[in-house]
C-alpha cells in the first residue's frame, strides 16, 4: 500500500476516489484494522476535505508526490486508535 505518515496519522490517495470499494468500505464503517510495514493496529478513517483543510491537503499531496511521483485522488486519513 502507498501511504506517508505525518503527524502520528498515516495517510493513503485512492486514485479512484469514492468509486473504490475500499473507500466505499469506510463511508459504511470507519472503524478499520490496518497494517502498515510490520504494526497491525485498529483505527479510524475519514476523507480529508480539500476544501476545508487546504494545508493538510497540500502537505499530504507533496509527501506523496515526492515519495511516490504520484498524488491525485481522494485523501484518506488514518488515525490509529493507541493515539486519539
Given at each position: 500500500i502507498w501511504?506517508?505518515?505525518?503527524?502520528?496519522?498515516?495517510?493513503?490517495?485512492?486514485?479512484?476516489r469514492k468509486r473504490a470499494h475500499w473507500v466505499q468500505n469506510i463511508s459504511n464503517n470507519p472503524r478499520i484494522t490496518c497494517s502498515v510495514c510490520d504494526r497491525t493496529f485498529e483505527g479510524i478513517a475519514r476523507f480529508v476535505d480539500?476544501?476545508?483543510?487546504?494545508e493538510l491537503t497540500t502537505k499530504i499531496s507533496a509527501l506523496m508526490r515526492t515519495k511516490y511521483k504520484w498524488h491525485q485522488g481522494l485523501i484518506v486519513e488514518i488515525t490509529p486508535l493507541n493515539s486519539l
Open positions: 501511504f506517508v505518515e505525518y503527524n502520528k496519522r498515516y495517510y493513503v490517495i485512492s486514485e479512484h480539500p476544501t476545508n483543510e487546504p
